[in-house]
């Protein structure tokens, strides 16, 4: 069982440049989200999706577009790259189980923005 | 927005001791709250959570508290361990229906040998 699973796990990015950050969960989890986390501080929300066809805003959405065509995937989408989006970039799923639902998070990826 | 914080961003605690990490939270509706484990380099990892209608929860060597009086949430780790080092942070489920989570700033535990 993979879990969550997000590709790249670094990458330099060059200020103005695009790029798109992929997440794929195998669980059948409705809910997914994205997360930025900056260093020294919490996990701010980018994102989230509570099914195929339906996403939103969370506390930090500008910069950033998501699609979900599928439960499976959560591409998150970084149009003209700023040195502001520096970060490590978290991607999560969670189910609505009555035992709870905590989110499951990937491995996250590395952005650098130069 | 409300969001989630914590009283102290670096502990160290001694092998063999008890860890005490706290967090105080400001949304009176939040629900649900998620204690989470991360390691360096790694994505954080779920330890325990709790729900609003609880005072106390108790898994394996840990145990989460809740005080809804004054919006206060601590995670007790019995008998510390060098695997336990790692930052700890504490989330809260805004009791909006749409299941998004609010993390604090995180405690980094030192296990001290």
């Known amino acids: 069982n993979a879990g969550v699973t997000q590709t790249p796990k670094f990458r330099i990015l060059k200020i103005g440049q695009s790029m798109t950050l992929q997440c794929t969960q195998d669980?059948?989890?409705?809910?997914m989200y994205w997360y930025r986390q900056d260093p020294g501080m919490g996990l701010k929300l980018i994102y989230y999706?509570?099914?195929?066809?339906?996403?939103d805003k969370g506390e930090v959405p500008n910069g950033y577009n998501v699609s979900r065509s599928t439960t499976e995937d959560f591409p998150l989408r970084l149009e003209l790259a700023a040195p502001s989006q520096t970060s490590v970039y978290f991607c999560?799923?969670?189910?609505?189980?009555?035992?709870?639902?905590?989110?499951?998070f990937g491995q996250g990826t590395r952005l650098t923005v130069v | 927005g409300e969001s989630v914080g914590l009283h102290l961003p670096t502990l160290s605690v001694q092998e063999g001791d008890n860890s005490i990490i706290n967090c105080a939270y400001s949304?009176?509706?939040?629900?649900?709250f998620i204690w989470y484990k991360q390691e360096s380099g790694k994505g954080p990892q779920f330890i325990i959570d709790?729900?609003?209608?609880?005072d106390k929860r108790q898994g394996q060597r840990v145990t989460v508290l809740l005080n809804k009086t004054v919006k206060h949430l601590s995670l007790q780790i019995a008998a510390t361990q060098p695997g336990d080092s790692a930052v700890y942070f504490c989330?809260?489920?805004?009791?909006?229906?749409?299941?998004?989570?609010?993390f604090g700033t995180g405690t980094r535990l030192k296990v001290l040998a």
């Open positions: 999560a799923s969670s189910s609505e189980g009555l035992g709870g639902t905590e989110a499951f």
């Open positions: 949304n009176s509706a939040s629900d649900y």
């Open positions: 999706s509570v099914g195929a066809g339906i996403t």
């Open positions: 669980m059948n989890h409705n809910y």
């Open positions: 709790i729900r609003s209608n609880m």
């Open positions: 989330a809260e489920r805004m009791a909006s229906g749409t299941y998004k989570y609010i």
